[in-house]
C-alpha cells in the first residue's frame, strides 16, 4: 500500500507555507531570517507555519547555538512526484519528444530553397 501523504499536501495547501519553501529553495536559513520575510505576519504566525512544514518532513532544523537553521527536505515533495506524476512522465516524454521532431522537420520543409524555372 501507498504510503499515506496527506500530511504532505496539507502543508503545501497553504500559500505561505509554500513561499517559506520557496526561501529555503534557495538554501538553508535562520528563523529570524524567515520571519524577516514575512512582515505582514508575527513571528508566532511563521513559527507556526515552519512547524507543520517540520511535521510535514519537508523542513529540517538545527540548532547552532541560539540560532536555529531551517533546511529544506525535497524527499516529501519527491515521493509525490513519483506517485501521481512518475507514471506518465515516459508518457510526455515521448508525446513532447514528437511534437519536436515535427516542428523541425516543418521548419527543416520551409528552409529548402524550392526549384526555381527559369
Known sequence: MAKDLGHVW????DPTRREILDL??????????????????SRFGVMKHLESL?????VKTRTEGRRRINSLNAAPIREILERW???????????????KESAESEASAKQKPKNKRA
Open 54 to 58: 517540520r511535521k510535514a518532513g519537508l
Open 10 to 13: 496539507k502543508a503545501l495547501s
Open 24 to 41: 529555503l529553495r534557495d538554501g538553508p536559513r535562520q528563523t529570524t531570517e524567515i520571519v524577516d520575510n514575512f512582515p505582514k505576519l
Open 85 to 99: 506524476i512518475g507514471k506518465y512522465e515516459a508518457y510526455w516524454s515521448n508525446t513532447l519528444l514528437r511534437v
